[in-house]
């Protein structure tokens, strides 16, 4: 295991933290690599595996006796071996859809790698390090790859890999979050930083989706924190930098042009005025829901097939590399009732556990990940993420802090991880 404290580089021996470090490194690679080559997707398919094996070899150095089979990892075998039976009933059965399929093979090993490599609340810490860093990277890389001049043009976090802005945007609010729990429930003050320079990411990346979450995350955050001193002073003084930080968006010129006026956009939409410029992709968005709308009611219990909404609006409609910009749509669209209710029920059970450990056991890392899932289902209205390599290994993070140090018949003392901090 490798530890950075004091200035000081610490590498533990030992077969189980040599495997740790190997599993920690994976990890690190695997997140960084996915936005460096998007494009490639091999080296994606490779570092997802590699993480697995790692996970084995730690599995191997703990000595363990017996095997342990995740049940997420089981909720997504039965999910996948679904979606591939599916090809019996589609519509158009091609290459894509062996793509699907192995992307979701591939998303089966880097979850079950998690929870193999979890096994008490400072492995859930160094992960959470982990993908923070490489966010950090990740922004790091954008920014020097783009000139300061083209900043304020938006697509931040697409000039370098090519990747859809509303997907890294998505990845960078993750950090922010974890980073906004590392400054506000562990009393970390250097984090605020990190927390700042990721807003701005999201900012310039022009997503509306990502700039919603942004804001909206610490709030809530906030709000789930019950337990924290001067409570209601704290709600007040987020609101008040979230106030501030939209005020910024909506009257800065090189914010404005950035996201504001996309957001100014939406509003228009939404109340109709069509007196003022609406963003075109709006209607677009709007009309792709509504096809795969139309394409669930014609098979509303099985769906169309895995992989065939890209497919059949791509032979009827003539529309190439199209989604519906939304998960339940698409899932319901493409799986019907069964696949929604299969896919659905792991966010459930994780919701319902969060809950349980957020208010009753009073656990910082669930309101944190309680955060994260609630907006998860609110984002996935206008994304995609059901066969989406990255938003499941954050997920996966999540369903672990549930159950952390209750293997093997343990308990988890939440002591250390509800001592009250200072107010914020």
């Known amino acids: 295991m490798v530890s950075f404290k004091n200035g000081v580089l610490k590498v533990q021996r030992g077969e189980e933290n040599t495997a740790r470090t190997i599993y920690e490194i994976c990890f690190f690679v695997n997140t960084v690599t996915l936005f460096i080559f998007n494009d490639v997707k091999f080296i994606g398919t490779a570092t997802g595996l590699l993480m697995l094996f790692a996970s084995m070899l730690l599995w191997i150095g703990r000595r363990a006796e017996r095997v342990v089979i995740p049940y997420n990892t089981v909720w997504y075998a039965l999910f996948t071996a679904y979606s591939a039976l599916s090809s019996m009933?589609?519509?158009?059965?091609?290459?894509?859809?062996?793509?699907?399929?192995?992307?979701?093979?591939?998303?089966?090993?880097?979850?079950?790698?998690?929870?193999?490599?979890v096994d008490k609340p400072e492995d859930l810490e160094r992960l959470i390090k982990l993908y923070i860093f490489s966010m950090f990277l990740i922004v790091l890389i954008e920014f020097l790859s783009v000139p300061v001049s083209d900043w304020s043009k938006g697509n931040m976090g697409s000039h370098f890999s090519g990747s859809n802005s509303n997907g890294v945007a998505f990845l960078v609010f993750c950090a922010e979050l974890m980073a906004f729990y590392e400054f506000y429930s562990r009393n970390k003050k250097g984090y605020i930083l990190l927390v700042a320079l990721f807003l701005?990411?999201?900012?310039?990346?022009?997503?509306?989706?990502?700039?919603?979450?942004?804001?909206?995350?610490?709030?809530?955050?906030?709000?789930?924190?019950?337990?924290?001193?001067?409570?209601?002073?704290?709600?007040?003084?987020?609101?008040?930098?979230?106030?501030?930080?939209?005020?910024f968006v909506m009257t800065d010129e090189y914010a404005y042009n950035a996201i504001g006026k996309r957001f100014a956009s939406l509003v228009t939409f939404w109340f109709e005025e069509r007196?003022?410029?609406?963003?075109?992709?709006?209607?677009?968005r709007s009309y792709y829901i509504n096809l795969a709308q139309r394409m669930f009611s014609e098979a509303p219990l099985l769906g169309k097939g895995m992989g065939n909404f890209a497919k059949i609006i791509d032979n009827v409609y003539m529309l190439d590399g199209v989604y519906s910009h939304n998960n339940f749509w698409q899932i319901?669209?493409?799986?019907?009732?069964?696949?929604?209710?299969?896919?659905?029920?792991?966010?459930?059970?994780?919701?319902?556990?969060?809950?349980?450990?957020?208010?009753?056991?009073?656990?910082?890392?669930?309101?944190?990940?309680?955060?994260?899932?609630?907006?998860?289902?609110v984002l996935e209205t206008g994304l995609v993420t059901y066969n989406s390599k990255m938003p499941h290994v954050v997920i996966a993070i999540a369903y672990a802090s549930t159950f952390v140090g209750e293997m093997d018949g343990r308990q988890y003392s939440y002591i250390e991880n509800n001592e009250m901090e200072e107010s914020f």
Not at 200 to 213: E, H, N, P, Q, T
Not at 216 to 245: H, M, R
Not at 278 to 283: K, T
């Open 332 to 377: 319901l669209s493409e799986l019907g009732l069964v696949g929604f209710i299969i896919y659905y029920s792991l966010y459930f059970v994780t919701i319902v556990r969060l809950i349980k450990g957020a208010f009753i056991k009073k656990s910082r890392m669930n309101m944190l990940f309680l955060t994260f899932m609630i907006l998860l289902v």
């Open 200 to 247: 701005v990411f999201i900012i310039l990346s022009s997503s509306r989706k990502g700039m919603f979450a942004a804001v909206a995350g610490p709030i809530l955050f906030v709000l789930f924190s019950v337990y924290k001193k001067n409570y209601f002073f704290n709600i007040v003084a987020i609101l008040t930098l979230a106030a501030l930080v939209i005020f």
């Open 89 to 117: 009933w589609s519509s158009y059965i091609n290459a894509d859809m062996a793509s699907y399929f192995l992307r979701m093979v591939v998303i089966i090993a880097m979850i079950t790698s998690i929870s193999i490599y």
């Open 275 to 284: 007196d003022h410029e609406v963003d075109n992709s709006l209607y677009m």
